[in-house]
């Protein structure tokens, strides 16, 4: 809420969004924080009467104590840096599979040890670099979509495994189920793929055989795991057996199934397409949920939750002062709280300085709901 204050009561550390003079009422052209006696004199020499101040943004001595605050969109925190790790790990993924995927469309025999060897690197980064490894999600064209959902399911497959304590071969070859786990769309007719209403009847069936398509292809790849194969014969299975292809249900549907359908659910939910906005994590958790127990394993999910984290990493967050920005740290010893990287208002719809605030250390301040940049119309990538 604004309040307006007399330009010689204005204090250094106060958060200026308007200006009043005799003449009339403006915005500040860029807002911000009043850091100098200079700035204030400034506005005194130019007739200004009056300031309006967004009083949830007023600093004190305890507040800096608790904030790191960057003039800019970059700074050196280690995320950055971490963001910057993750991008090249996909970039150079991505190229390797997307190879597979040309092969598989031109009918041509397929390789599974570039599979393979990008698996590892998987595994290996999510053992040495986990936190670069959180900011994938948030890596994401709004094209060549098959393409950025396979690579975020194995890393999530991988990361889950990892959180539930499997063995190292195993995440390995979680890693390969995920990158094939929908190789027979690339089967499935372009009209039918990337439809941006409703499908039909008819489109709806051709749609779900691309686990029958995939079939094929998978017994071809030699050397293909066992537990890669299930990855992507099974993620579309419900614990009540109304999945498909084979209608698994209760034990039928063993572990890598189970874990196989939720992080599925949770990278399309949380993906832009053409007939639908991504939702935030914590959107797209609360609809998982409601999934429970006749689709999704319902203690599996709670652990998936955990092992993301309610609000993870990358994600876009809204804080209780109607500032915004991304989660740029996790705090494991309460999923409520990370530290948040601050940069925009959505009470005003525009930019502000770069703030950390470990929430952590904030109790005044908390999470109202997440965000996507779609539903803000704008673009925080300069910001990872």
Not at 125 to 151: D, N, P, T
Not at 313 to 320: A, D, I
Request: proline share 4%; charged share 30%; hydrophobic share 35%.
């Amino acid at each position: 809420m604004l309040q307006k204050i007399a330009i010689d009561s204005v204090e250094i550390g106060m958060y200026v969004e308007q200006i009043e003079s005799q003449r009339a009422r403006t915005k500040m052209k860029k807002p911000g924080f009043i850091r100098r006696q200079e700035t204030i004199d400034n506005l005194r020499s130019k007739g200004v009467l009056f300031v309006y101040v967004d009083g949830d943004q007023i600093t004190s001595d305890e507040d800096l104590r608790y904030t790191e605050t960057k003039v800019g969109k970059y700074s050196s925190i280690s995320g950055n840096d971490e963001y910057c790790a993750a991008k090249q790990l996909v970039d150079t993924s991505k190229k390797q599979l997307s190879k597979l995927l040309r092969d598989v469309y031109e009918n041509k025999p397929v390789d599974i040890e570039p599979v393979k060897e990008i698996s590892a690197n998987i595994v290996e980064s999510i053992f040495e670099k986990r936190e670069a490894v959180l900011w994938i999600s948030g890596i994401r064209e709004k094209s060549a979509y098959l393409l950025e959902h396979s690579m975020n399911v194995a890393f999530h497959l991988v990361n889950f495994g990892r959180f539930l304590e499997l063995d190292r071969n195993t995440l390995e070859e979680l890693a390969v189920g995920g990158l094939v786990h929908d190789i027979g769309k690339i089967l499935v007719r372009d009209e039918v793929l990337n439809k941006p209403g409703k499908l039909t009847d008819d489109e709806f069936i051709h749609m779900k055989e691309h686990q029958t398509l995939s079939q094929p292809v998978l017994e071809n790849m030699v050397d293909l795991p066992s537990i890669s194969k299930d990855v992507s014969l099974m993620h579309h299975e419900k614990i009540d057996g109304n999945g498909y292809p084979k209608g698994l249900k209760g034990d039928e549907l063993p572990l890598i199934g189970r874990m196989s359908c939720i992080v599925d659910i949770y990278d399309a939910l949380t993906a832009e397409r053409c007939y639908k906005p991504a939702l935030s994590p914590s959107e797209a958790f609360k609809i998982m949920i409601g999934l429970t127990p006749f689709h999704l394993d319902a203690d599996l999910l709670k652990k998936f939750i955990r092992c993301i984290g309610f609000y993870p990493v990358g994600s876009v967050v809204e804080l209780s002062n109607g500032r915004v920005g991304l989660v740029c740290k996790e705090n494991p010893d309460d999923l409520m709280t990370p530290t948040v990287k601050l940069f925009y208002s959505a009470r005003t719809d525009s930019f502000r300085e770069v703030e950390y605030i470990n929430l952590s250390k904030r109790p005044d301040l908390k999470i109202v709901r997440g965000l996507t940049e779609a539903k803000l119309k704008t673009s925080f990538s300069e910001f990872r």
